[in-house]
Nanobody, 115 residues
Framework: QVQLVESGGGLVQPGGSLRLSCTAS????????MGWYRRPPGKQRELVAA???????NYADSVKGRFTISRDNAKNTVSLQMNNLKPEDTAVYYC?????????WGQGTQVTVSS
């Protein structure tokens, strides 16, 4: 089992910034991908960004140039720096850990972008 604990959500005005963090604990594999997904109101969950052990990243087109994902392998943490936030970024954000067929999710953290 792997446990994921998220932090950093909240309310921010359009154009503002937030930083999400997620720490994995438990039976951590040596090779795994960590990432962030989000579920906007009334919509399905979608990939925001993901990063491999080696630092390869993948971003949704809607966040490229605004969001940056990073990880600290020694601490089993992944962070998402979100800049120039837009109202359409409002969603519940979920941390994701994936090692082969083993997939775990965090509990989710609310991000609301509103004036």
């Amino acid at each position: 089992q792997v446990q994921l604990v998220e932090s950093g959500g909240g309310l921010v005005q359009p154009g503002g910034s937030l930083r999400l963090s997620c720490t994995a604990s438990g039976n951590i594999f040596s090779i795994y991908i960590m990432g962030w997904y989000r579920r906007p109101p009334g919509k399905q969950r979608e990939l925001v960004a993901a990063i491999s052990n080696g630092g390869s990243t993948n971003y949704a087109d809607s966040v490229k140039g605004r969001f940056t994902i990073s990880r600290d392998n020694a601490k089993n943490t992944v962070s998402l720096q979100m800049n120039n936030l837009k109202p359409e970024d409002t969603a519940v954000y979920y941390c994701n850990y994936r090692a082969g067929p083993n997939v775990y999710w965090g509990q989710g953290t609310q991000v609301t972008v509103s004036s």
